[in-house]
Every structure is written in structure tokens, then in C-alpha cells.
């Protein structure tokens, strides 16, 4: 009867439960970059899994008095943010703390409150071609970390590329900074494949028409 | 992952209400996140507003899940059509109205409630400025939050297969304005256009294909052996029909399975055009079907365009959409072919009138058998193995292969002329 019941429970339970996206003994780390003409912003959302909430709020709540106080949840939020590395064209920036949000702590408990972190950072001025590169390093034993951008609302910023290594710890984005605004209907593909691609036909091409320019000259067979 | 475990009276039904009550309450570890998503086909707008379960059960103050929604569907209904609007720049309202009943399904691992909304802009406006406002739990819950992605709309070059996120809604920043000037129809199709030259010049079985198949263009077929140079004029005449068929034949099944009128699985495909590359390797090794290879490459092209259309398929193009965008991505296809028979051909020319040919040809061959018998393996057997890495290295050095054998091509030439 117990063998029945189980069998019938499992069979129930893996026909309607939700497969789990993320595990709950990760620190679910999402951040959204939004690059602007001359900074860049930064939306963190930390979350952590209900396994490993204890843990976090450890770290967070240093005098263990069970709140998080505003002291507390900024000097969290500083150390976040040491553990975040921006860069652009191989400039290091300084990010600067915009907000902070906490949930409470009995939320966090129960592995569903989220902490928000939103920071900036001045960029140096350059036009052209950019480079920007977005690492993180917290609690990397735990961590999940996700990172995204918006697409820029200057129409002068268009990105090219996002690449990121397995565990997105590291993320770079490329994109280009018009100083004007950028033709829409721009076919541009591979600018260096191009070159060389047509160097290299153009190169044949008038070898092979000398070539048979002088053999139908001596009057040989093509 | 938080349980809360309903326990029943009767200890005999312990387990089974057990794993009843985990079914309705286990949740995954998500952010729970609210998301819109929208989808602009000329003036229409489409949203689907995807809000957590658990949020909107938050808000009503009781749970909601599949079991209760037919319940409060109207109230929820209500809420979110209250709650969720666009405004043209003037102020404006755009009409919303249901596309489709509520609905849940699992996104990302959670459950979700599901929101298809059918908005049409006010009298003589467009949708190419408007704001979004978004309420739906964000007024109740400040920490709450919406990314607002565009997920297609075909004039700013935005397709289903690449959703672009434009906007981050929570606490007090609950609305968004989305700017489309700029927006054109020719963005959406040179978009294809270059999804056409990107697919080919990373679609390395397509162009390994058509490579075995052009390598012994410029020869003479005696008997089982291939034989000495045909001659220029014959050579690019037998190129010129190779690929002119495999186009001819690429763009009739592009076209029926693009615009819907032909339905294949991707896996017989995928494999049939390892097929393909393997056949054309043997060819280039011993004739098998001399003279016949435009008809070959029409007939495998047909089966090459049906790959095609499957990238077309994964967009989410409308139906002029598609028929637009079957053009482009065929132009694009196009393109990239010329330049790939452009940049092989003199090569192929030169090196055929020397004796280093067959070197090259039986070199190209194999690695295209090679290439081929991998692909066969894991496509059609499940065999993983490094093919398709050696492949993809090589292709990431295909100019520079090309120029080396268009310069050597030259020094044999001229050694021997």
C-alpha cells in the first residue's frame, strides 16, 4: 500500500511540479548594464537560494542582531561592489552606489526577497568602437550570476557583440559610439574578412587576365 | 524552495496529499520577475505580459494556480487590463483588449500567469512612439520588477529568435517610452540579407558541399578517373551550372517550407545534407556522376533549402514578413555563395592545370569526407565527436586558407606555364 501510495506521489509530483530553473543553494547574482553616451549603470539583483540564505544574511547581518540595518546594508552593498569589476577600452571605472534595496530578512529566509543594487559609472570620453568588459566575483563558491544589457535609448550607441564565459562571471560587450547618428540600413559585415576577401580576388583576377592576355598573344590555346 | 505542506486527517493519504499540496506551493528558485514582451507587425501591437504565480497569489491574497484560475479569471482579467496600458507621446490610449483567454505556463522554471493583449493605437497614430505603463503587482509589491523586452518587429530589425530588452519597470518607474523613428521596412530586410550571408559563411556543411562539388569542375571525366583539364571556357561554364542549380534549387524549398506549404523534421534534413557533402566528396574522388552534377546539385539544393528555411522558421515573421523575408535571407545566401565561388574559382582554374591538382582535390575531398561521415554520426547516431570543432577551426581561418591557395595556385601555375 505505502509502495502504491509512494509510486502514485512520485508519478503526481512529476507531472506537475515545476522543474526548479535555478538551484537553491545558489546566490542568483542578475545584473542589467544600460551604457549610456558617457556612463555607464548597472541594476544588480542578488538572491539567494533558501539553502544558502542563512549564509548570506551572515554575511550581511555582521552584528547578528537579526535586522539589517541601513549601516549594514550599505557596507554589504560596498563589499558587492569590490567584488565588481568594470572596465571600458581597458579603463578601469569606479562605480558609484546609486540605491540600495533589502528585503526583509524573513523573506530572504525564505529564499524569496531580492536585493537591488543599482551603481554608475563615469565614462571616459571617446567616440568609435568600445570595449566594455563586466566581471563579478561575489561569493563566487555560491554564486549564479546572470548579465544582460538594455538596448541603449541614444540611437548614437549600437551594440555589436555580447560574449560571456560559461558562468558569466565575466561579460564583455562591444558596441559602437557614433558621434553622429549611425545609418540604419549599414550592411557592414566583417570590415577586415572584406578586405582581405577582395584583395585577394582582385589579386587573381588580374593574374589570371595578364595570363591570358600573353598566352592569347603568343597565340596559345586558353 | 519553501514547502508548505497541507496535512491531511487520514494517515493512510499522508503521502499522496502531501505530494499534492508540494505540487501547488514548491517553487523554483526565481527571481520572480514580471516580463512584457512585445511584438510589432506594421501598426499592430501585440503584448504578452508574463507575471509569477506567486506574486499575483500575493496580490489576490490567495493562491493561484491552474486548479483556481478558471475561478478568478474575470477578477484577474480585470485586474491586469486596469493595471497594464500604452499611451501614444500626446497622451492618447491605445485600445487593449485580450488576445486570448489567461493562461498559465512555465516559464524559466516557474509558473507564470500569461497575458496575450491586442493593442491598436488611437485614430491616425502609429505605434512608432508610446509609452507603456505597467501596474500588474508593481503598484503592490515596490521591490517587484518587469524587463521590457521588444521581441519582434521586423522594421527595427528585432526578431523572435533575439528578443531585445529595452527596459527595466519597478518601484516607481512604471513606465517606458519605446521609440521606433528610424524604423523602416528595408531594416528588417537587410537584416535577412545578412542573416542569409551569415548562415552560409557559418554554415560550413552547405559550403563544404558545394566546395566537393566545384572541385572537379574544371576536369574531364575518362571513364572512372578524373582526367586532365577541360579548359578554361568549359571549366567556369560547368561552375556556373553547379551553383546556378543548387540555387535554383535552394530557393524552391526555401520558399514552399518558409511560407508554410512544406512542413519536414529538422533531423532527417540535417542529416541528408551530411549526405550530401558525402557524396559530393566521393564524387570529387572518382566520378560517379560526370556531366550529371547540376542535376545533383539541384536535387541536394532542394534538400539544402529546406535547412534554410528552418533558420527562417525559429524569427516569428508574419506571413509578408516572411515572404520579404524569405527574399532578403535568399540574397544574402546568394551573395555569400558568389563570393565564395568568386574567391575558390581562379584558384580551382589555375590548380587544375597543374600536376599539384590532384593533391588538392583528393585533400579537399577527404576532409570533406571526413567532415561528412562526422556530422552523419552525430546527427544521425547521436555520436558526439570533434568534427564539427575541426570544421568550425578551419572555417575561422577560410581567408587566409583561401589566399595561401590562391597564391600557390599561382606559383604552381606560373611554374609550369
Redesign the interface.
Known sequence: ??KT??T???T??SL?????????D?Y?Q?T?ISVEKNRVQA?T?L?P??AVSSLVIANIDTNGDGIISDTEQQAYAERVLRDLSFSVDEHRLKPRLVSV?F?MTAEMK?????I?IEFTADLPGAGGSRELIFENHHQSRIAAYLV????P?D?NIQITAQNRNENQSFYRLTYVQAVG?PD??S?G?WPG?RA??GT??L???A??TL??RQRAKHGM?? | MRIRVQRGPCSSLFVLLVAAAATTVVRAHSLYQSAVMLDFAGDELHAELQVPLERIGSVFGKPIHSQTLDLNRTSLTAYIMCRFHARTPDGRAFQTRLASPLAIAVVDGAPYLVARMVLDPPAQSQAEVLEIEDDVVLDSMPAQVALVSIRSDWSTSVFANDPQLVGVLRGNSRSLTIDRTGRSWFRGFASMFRLGIRHIAEGTDHLLFLLALLLPAPLLALGSRWAGFAGVGRGLLQILKVVTAFTVGHSITLALAALGLVHMPSRPIEVLIAVSTLVSAAHALRPLFAGREPGIAAFFGLIHGLAFAATLGELGLGRWERVAGVLGFNLGIETMQLIVVVAAMPSLVLFSRTRAYPVIRIGGALFAGFASAGWIAERLLGVRNSVGVVVDSVANHAVWIAGVLSLTSLVCYLAVA
Open positions: 500500500m505505502t501510495l509512494a502514485a506521489a512520485a503526481l509530483l506537475v511540479a515545476p522543474a526548479s530553473a535555478h538551484r537553491l545558489e542568483l542578475a542589467i541594476f539583483r538572491a537560494g533558501v534595496a528585503p525564505e529564499g524569496l526577497g531580492e537591488q544582460n544589457c538594455l538596448v535609448r540611437k547618428r540604419p540600413s550592411l559585415l574578412v582581405s576577401l585577394v580576388v589579386l587573381l583576377f593574374g589570371l595570363i591570358w590555346p586558353a
